[in-house]
């Protein structure tokens, strides 16, 4: 649970986080189970946790380079002793979850209790897992995305401001299905990126940001700058 040097330190995450509660603005964090970066010691220390260790296949890239077998006892095990000293490490508020196995209900029950009473434990995913609660609300990706191709519609956003206000759910800032088939948010709005951040920030609930690791980020995501998104696979 060691932070990227690249990305910013535990001394900076912490500042953040302690900013945003004087606010009273509440953090959480997503936390992807099954994925890592492809530069991640666990790829190198451990390979035979991996689906796959063919960086490309077809001569693409292959995320099962960097998808873990969380159905293996041994990885739930490292990965739920992580997100254990990462939880005790910063005060997030809820942690937004991925890559689950629905099955494995005692895995699901280690998380719940690694997160205790205080914390709200909130599945990503398409599909639901018993156990977590389901409170993504994706139409805002989806209304940007109607925007970005027709023309804007202000009688459309101010019923959407409305009707998300009282409800209390992350308002997705990207969709991690588009991201996975489809290629990033920002390709999909690549002359609009920089207002697309400033208005998902607008939107009452919480603005939810891909942090991306299992796509090899090298530097942190600045909507603002001319190359936002910095990788390196």
């Given at each position: 649970a060691v932070i990227d040097p690249n990305l910013g330190s535990a001394e900076e995450l912490i500042s953040f986080i302690h900013s945003a509660h004087s606010l009273g603005i509440k953090v959480f964090y997503q936390w992807h189970f099954s994925?890592?970066?492809?530069?991640?010691?666990?790829?190198?220390?451990?390979?035979?946790?991996?689906?796959?260790?063919?960086?490309?296949?077809?001569?693409?890239?292959?995320?099962?380079?960097?998808?873990?077998?969380?159905?293996?006892?041994?990885?739930?095990?490292?990965?739920?002793?992580?997100?254990?000293?990462?939880?005790?490490?910063?005060?997030?508020?809820?942690y937004v979850v991925f890559g689950i196995d629905s099955s494995n209900e005692d895995f699901v029950s280690q998380i719940r209790e690694i997160c205790g009473p205080n914390r709200l434990l909130i599945n990503g995913e398409s599909v639901k897992v018993k156990g977590l609660s389901h409170s993504i609300d994706r139409s805002l990706f989806e209304f940007f995305k109607g925007v970005?191709?027709?023309?804007?519609?202000?009688?459309?956003?101010?019923?959407?401001i409305g009707d998300m206000a009282p409800q209390g759910r992350i308002n997705a800032f990207v969709d991690y299905h588009t991201n996975f088939y489809?290629?990033?948010?920002?390709?999909?709005?690549?002359?609009?990126?920089?207002?697309?951040?400033?208005?998902?920030?607008?939107?009452?609930g919480t603005p939810w940001m891909l942090g991306g690791q299992e796509y090899a980020l090298v530097s942190p995501v600045n909507a603002f700058r001319d190359n936002p998104v910095d990788r390196k696979y």
């Open positions: 994925e890592t970066g492809p530069h991640h010691r666990l790829r190198e220390e451990h390979p035979d946790f991996y689906f796959s260790s063919d960086k490309l296949k077809e001569n693409r890239y292959n995320p099962d380079f960097v998808t873990l077998n969380i159905s293996d006892k041994r990885v739930a095990s490292k990965q739920s002793e992580s997100f254990g000293k990462f939880v005790n490490s910063y005060n997030f508020d809820g970005y191709n027709n023309t804007p519609d202000s009688l459309f956003l101010y019923s959407l489809k290629g990033t948010d920002y390709m999909s709005f690549p002359n609009a990126y920089r207002y697309f951040a400033a208005f998902a920030h607008f939107i009452p």
